[in-house]
């Protein structure tokens, strides 16, 4: 009996090892079906263009489709909660957002729970948010603005586009951050906004630098100041917030990928991989500056803090700013 054990305690270590196997190749996203992008964005859009642009190079390096699939509206919702309740197989990414931390705070209920439903894979970009003016306003400086709004308080009007977005939420941050007591006024879209800022409705305004580059290049808008941590390759002239007068400051958006929660480790590893090395890529880099977007990966854990600390910021401006949840 003595002489079986050994046998029958390899031939059970070959059967663990081939159930390892097989479990380690299905872990690996199947390299016959297209891995499926989910983009909460209606297509042509920076975000769009940065997941398309990242997704085409992740498709040669992985020998596998990545097809992308647009799925706009309420916030984000409709395509975080498709990928939410997808199977957690590497088939099925989310291109998620600051919007998504921004709808934690901002909505009452979600269909999915921000943190404990996705797996954060790694970051994509980061693009720059800029204070502008119009080109022929008296304000030429950050400094010049808010030492106005501090002389006349309540009459400097900041214009952004839709309430709750990651623009209003800034410029709220920018108002409280700077303490000047200035109104935030909400417009549906860019276009609507800049035409208000030209017309002198509004004193500045607080837009994704992308949307409006074109604009202060052909000198129709003035930037007063950029909201990052540092100065924008697109506008290395224009100073930072933060140099301009509230040390602290500093706001960004960005983009990343996620799967759905539950997705084996080694497939979040591979897409981790195959991200980070596309990024790294001459191409796609320079593709994504000419969309205002600088191309950063991130590992999966960096990613998962960032979005924790996020919800938690984007939160208390909702709360401080009065604005109601929906």
């Known amino acids: 009996?003595?002489?079986?054990?050994?046998?029958?305690?390899?031939?059970?270590?070959?059967?663990?090892?081939?159930?390892?196997?097989?479990?380690?190749?299905?872990?690996?996203?199947?390299?016959?079906?297209?891995?499926?992008?989910?983009?909460?964005?209606?297509?042509?859009?920076?975000?769009?263009?940065?997941?398309?642009?990242?997704?085409?190079?992740?498709?040669?390096?992985?020998?596998?489709?990545?097809?992308?699939?647009?799925?706009?509206?309420?916030g984000g919702v409709v395509a975080s909660d498709t990928v939410a309740k997808a199977p957690p197989d590497g088939l099925t990414v989310l291109l998620m957002s600051n919007g998504n931390a921004v709808s934690a705070g901002l909505f009452k209920k979600l269909p999915f729970d921000t943190v404990k439903d996705f797996a954060p894979v790694s970051t994509l970009g980061y693009f720059d948010m800029a204070v502008v003016t119009a080109a022929d306003s008296k304000f030429k400086t950050v400094q010049e603005l808010l030492a106005h709004a501090k002389a006349h308080p309540g009459t400097v009007n900041i214009g952004t586009i839709n309430m709750g977005s990651t623009q209003h939420l800034a410029a709220e941050l920018f108002k409280r951050s700077t303490g000047i007591d200035a109104q935030v006024v909400?417009?549906?879209?860019?276009?609507?906004?800049?035409?208000?800022?030209?017309?002198?409705?509004?004193?500045?305004?607080?837009?994704?630098?992308?949307?409006?580059?074109?604009?202060?290049?052909?000198?129709?808008?003035?930037?007063?100041?950029?909201?990052?941590?540092?100065?924008?390759?697109?506008?290395?002239?224009?100073?930072?917030?933060?140099?301009?007068?509230?040390?602290?400051?500093?706001?960004?958006?960005?983009?990343?990928?996620?799967?759905?929660?539950?997705?084996?480790?080694?497939?979040?590893?591979?897409?981790?991989?195959?991200?980070n090395a596309a990024l790294a890529s001459p191409e796609v880099k320079e593709r994504l500056r000419q969309l205002g977007v600088e191309a950063q990966g991130s590992t999966a854990q960096q990613q998962a803090d960032l979005l924790r600390d996020e919800i938690q910021r984007w939160s208390e401006v909702i709360r401080l700013a009065g604005i109601p949840k929906q």
């Not at 070959?14 to 190749?25: E, G, K, R």
């Not at 509230?246 to 897409?271: E, G, M, Q, Y």
């Open 186 to 275: 909400p417009f549906n879209g860019s276009p609507a906004m800049i035409t208000a800022l030209r017309g002198g409705q509004i004193d500045a305004g607080v837009e994704i630098l992308a949307p409006i580059l074109g604009q202060i290049s052909g000198k129709s808008l003035r930037p007063l100041a950029v909201m990052g941590a540092k100065r924008s390759f697109a506008l290395p002239e224009t100073p930072t917030v933060a140099e301009s007068g509230a040390p602290n400051f500093r706001v960004a958006s960005w983009n990343a990928l996620a799967v759905p929660a539950k997705t084996p480790p080694a497939v979040i590893a591979r897409l981790n991989k195959e991200v």
């Open 1 to 74: 009996m003595n002489t079986l054990i050994p046998k029958i305690t390899r031939r059970s270590a070959l059967a663990l090892a081939a159930l390892c196997i097989c479990a380690s190749a299905n872990a690996q996203p199947s390299s016959t079906k297209p891995i499926r992008l989910v983009v909460p964005f209606g297509p042509g859009g920076v975000a769009d263009l940065t997941a398309r642009t990242v997704a085409q190079k992740m498709s040669e390096s992985m020998g596998q489709s990545i097809i992308v699939d647009n799925k706009p509206g309420a």
